[in-house]
């Protein structure tokens, strides 16, 4: 059944599309295209292709993107859990690929949330540099945090901010960045009929305001010869192609880097703001012209729902220079005061507080699937810990209670059960221990969700690994494995949290290990988290908010 579309919209792209509208209408007569991304921080190409347990057809803009076939549902499957691909609306891996992320980059993913691109440009990284991903909406960073965890992913930094307070943690720093603009979400319509429901009440005018402030505060987190990709999922010219040529305008070390017109990409349109915003044509004049060299992505061209994405090229001449990553700093250890925790210590200012008021009001859902959550989801990304115990008490069997250094015992379970190379800066927050490639110091006054990997607590003078630790191992790292097989429903039982019954043959062990203990819980090789062995019985580790719910 075809989406009934609101008749000003109807008439708006009648309008602006004029012999192509025909086409377009009848792309909503169509069902929206499924898609994955295989996740190469867990699971090579080669790898993927062999193990993949449906039909695939290859994404054309994305390498490692594939169309799945219509009824399949990949959540259903072990490998889902296991963070070895994350499903993804086909036209949302455009942007990321634009962005054109190397290894050693720093990046900012600034309107982040559930996570889907933040993981892809994880997945580019491949463990080196930095990424900071953040959503200024509190609730939507439980599934941002929740899918950098699941999908292994040791170097990102969860923020809950507004663009101002990070730039000014962060200024000049990132040489990659993504806004994914909040929009009125028009391509979005075919894949989520609310998003009609809502469109007349979601203003442009709104989004406008949002996105030209995130515009311009992001100029300020970019080092110099930086890239910016601006996306949006929607048609409208006033939050596209108007938006980057005010931009340019206000802004002139930055010009458009024209996109190829490939694999069904259109050029943007800067006739239709001449059409529309004939103001904002001529207060931008030729710069507007660039604009033909952005990408717009339509659902009547390719298969996948509508998109815009903009990257924008800074020249570098005379700009401040980049600050160092935490790889350049000297301090590796630090241990932020238990009662102090990660806060905001700035008083929100006016335009914070509208920005904030107009952002709450922007109700669509974003373009990616988020990882499936449960009513704990969340609760360790609270910045308070207020109820914390002193990470430096333990219990000595049959003695007084003894002072033990976190730190020590941190490393200590570290040599005892993994063979890793720790990278950045190890952070203590009360009972907390994270590896973070920024560092406490440039985090201090901002709402951090995640401050890097959570590798675990101290408590009573023993360390006790998290499921994300667990979740960014690969089998070699770890000195005792038990491996599950997807097609036995073995690991289905696992990951609804039984306990199993595993015989000491299958626990392999590092030489000179002792099957007794934690153990990485693999499916088909691939890590799903933690259980403890014991005399044949393996007690299951999977977190109850993560279980499998399905029948």
């Known amino acids: 059944m075809a989406v ?9 792209m009648k309008n602006l599309l004029g012999d192509e509208f025909e086409q377009f ?19 090579s190409m080669e790898q993927f292709d062999e193990l993949a347990p449906f039909d695939m057809r290859p994404i054309p803009w994305c390498g490692t993107g594939f169309y799945v076939p219509h009824g399949v549902k990949p959540g259903l499957h072990p490998y889902y859990h296991a963070g070895l691909y994350y499903i993804q609306e086909p036209s949302a891996m455009a942007p990321v690929e634009l962005l054109d992320v190397q290894p050693g980059d720093h990046v900012l993913d600034l309107c982040a949330a559930p996570g889907g691109k933040s993981t892809q440009i994880a997945a580019k990284l491949q463990g080196k540099g930095v990424l900071v991903t953040n ?23 969860v923020l809950n901010e507004s663009p101002e307070r990070i730039a000014g943690a962060f200024p000049h720093y990132f ?15 075919r894949k989520d009929e609310d998003m009609v429901k809502s469109w007349e009440h979601h203003s442009v005018e709104k989004c406008v305001l949002m996105q030209r402030d995130i515009l311009e505060t992001a100029a300020k987190l970019l080092a110099p010869g930086g890239t910016i990709v601006y996306s949006t999922c929607t048609f ?68 996948g729902e509508g998109h815009y994405v903009a990257v924008l090229q800074h020249r570098p001449e005379a700009s401040p220079e980049r600050i160092s990553s935490v790889e350049d700093e000297k301090e590796t250890v630090s241990k932020i005061p238990e009662d102090q925790g990660i806060a905001v210590t700035q008083p929100l200012s006016k335009a914070d507080r509208k920005r904030e008021r107009l952002m709450r009001t922007e109700s669509r859902e974003r373009n990616e699937r988020p990882a499936r959550g449960g009513k704990n989801e969340g609760k360790a990304g609270r910045n308070n810990e207020r109820d914390a115990r ?27 059960h993994l063979e890793l190379e720790l990278l950045g800066e190890t952070v203590f927050y009360g009972e907390r221990v994270y590896q973070s490639s920024v560092g406490a110091s440039r985090l201090e006054g901002l709402k951090v969700i995640r401050p890097g990997w959570f590798m675990g607590t101290v408590k009573n003078g023993r360390f006790v690994p998290s499921h994300p630790l667990a979740c960014a191992l690969n089998r070699s790292e770890a000195k005792r494995v038990i491996n599950l097989a997807s097609a036995n429903g073995e690991a289905v039982r696992y990951l609804k949290g039984e306990t199993l019954n595993i015989e000491e043959a299958r626990v392999e062990c590092k030489t000179g290990v002792a099957a007794k203990g934690y153990a990485l819980v693999c499916v ?21 908010g993560w279980r499998w719910t399905s029948v």
């Open 175 to 189: 040489n990659k960045v993504l806004i994914d603009a909040p929009c009125s979400g028009e391509g979005m319509f």
């Open 390 to 416: 002193k990470s430096n008490r333990g219990k000595g069997r049959g003695t007084d209670q003894v002072n033990i250094d976190p730190g020590t015992v941190y490393q200590q379970f570290i040599e005892e």
């Open 25 to 43: 209408m009848k792309s909503y007569e169509q069902s929206p295209h499924a898609g994955l991304r295989v996740n190469t921080l867990k699971i």
């Open 135 to 157: 959503d200024i909406h509190s609730e939507r960073t439980k599934a941002l945090a929740k899918n950098v965890e699941l999908y292994g992913v040791r170097n990102a930094v």
């Open 236 to 303: 409208a010219p006033e939050e596209n192609e108007a938006m980057i040529a005010e931009f340019l305008n206000l802004n002139p070390g930055f010009t458009v880097h024209d996109i190829p017109e490939t694999a069904g990409f259109a050029p943007g349109r800067p006739d239709w703001v001449r059409q529309m915003l004939p103001e904002t044509a001529e207060k931008t004049g030729t710069v507007l012209d660039q604009t033909r060299g952005t990408a717009r992505l339509w659902p009547h061209l390719l298969e």
């Open 4 to 12: 009934q579309l609101p008749s000003i919209f109807a008439e708006r």
């Open 524 to 544: 088909d090789g691939f890590a799903l988290g933690w259980g403890k062995w014991l005399d044949g019985v393996l007690k299951n580790e999977y977190p109850a």
